[in-house]
């Protein structure tokens, strides 16, 4: 189950990774989980994630769809120095608007390699669609940048990081989501019934059941989310007081 | 760059992830890369992975757009036993077929729980959409099942894992997909021209630059994918030449 927008006005977001490394599972993608954890806490509501290849189709595509429908898009990967690197180019275009060369994203990579070393590659860093305002990347100079409601960001971790630190306090946040978290080692088909019913009278939290298996044996984890509090410690005894009645042993996790 | 389809008609496929607890940021996923990985290794091109909440508009949505579009659909999470466990239902409105009680599945229920012990909330595990065939699952009996070209897996990896091995060997698998990763500590915008030269002259393998940033220090890995691994070994000794030219020192990871 999960609040509907009537409920729940808070801002909306999609995350999109673009590059061909994730999808052939070669490098595990470590940017979504981070995204995803710190957009919660400023209270916006993360709805989709899309992981697409460096094909400017695909890219331009995705933009348009996502940036339509959610309040921010972040896009990760695709805006270094090399052949592949065509995020800033297909953004462009899916915002219908020339690539030009960025003064200031200019003058900050000729700061940090020096005149003499701003080779045609690295100016390639430069170039974003016109009416995009910069995004600051206080690790290796070139940087991203938004346009519309879309965040463009490096694909590097690092550098992810530190780009959406910085403009992290330009976003619009609603109300904190707020989660508890109760385990126990049954079983989640002798939990979904009384669940059920717990769900039913509380429809302004969301509940969540995530089976686990470890070591041969189930559980599994119920989460409570809301942006109430109270109502959410009320589902959060409720789930104990269940727990128990069918002896297991509530933890808060 | 990515392999045309005209250059590579090997099988294509999408992952679609459902789950609140990916997007909430609460849960890292642990299924993308490892599926990613296998199918590459099956000949299988992964051109697309989404990740969605628990919501029937958007499983159905999903189902549809990347079913229409790739050879194979891969489904993880949502056929559990809770409220919340809502992809079974979800893909049988996709295909526009009735959510039937599967008596094989049932069968299987009854023999892992114990015809006393098998609640409603198990029973439920048992409906599948109509003409669609089951998964094995050899660790909690509850199968997955096949509709069309759409694989639908539980979330729980050791569970997806084991139904991904049993299933595989009915996939149809493509060319094989090999690849070699030369890395360096150059940075990238020094190797973006040279490796470009590259990649024009050897359009059959696709050249993917994915810079690192690790104590405080810049590297770079490229990676060069094709099937024909001549070619693949021309195109990585190549890479290697152009990094010692430039004073770096290859190494093949």
Known sequence: MTLT????????????IIGNEILSGRTQDANLGWLAGRLVELGIRVKEARVIPDIEAEIIAAVQALSARYSYVFTTGGIGPTHDDITAEAVAKAFAVPLIDDVE?????TRHYGADKLTPARLRM???????TLIDNIVSAAPGFRIGNVFVMAGVPAIMRAMFDWLAPSLAGGARMLDRTISCALGE??????????QGRHPEI???SYPYFQAGRFGVSLVARGTDEAALAAVAEEIAQMIRRLGGDPMET
Do not use: V
């Open 126 to 132: 430069a170039r974003i669609p016109e009416g995009a």
């Open 189 to 198: 088909s002798m939990l979904a019934e009384p669940l059920s019913a717990i």
């Open 5 to 16: 927008e009537e409920r729940d006005p808070a801002p909306t977001a999609a995350i999109l």
């Open 206 to 208: 969301e509940i969540g």
């Open 105 to 109: 994203a200019a003058g900050r990579l």
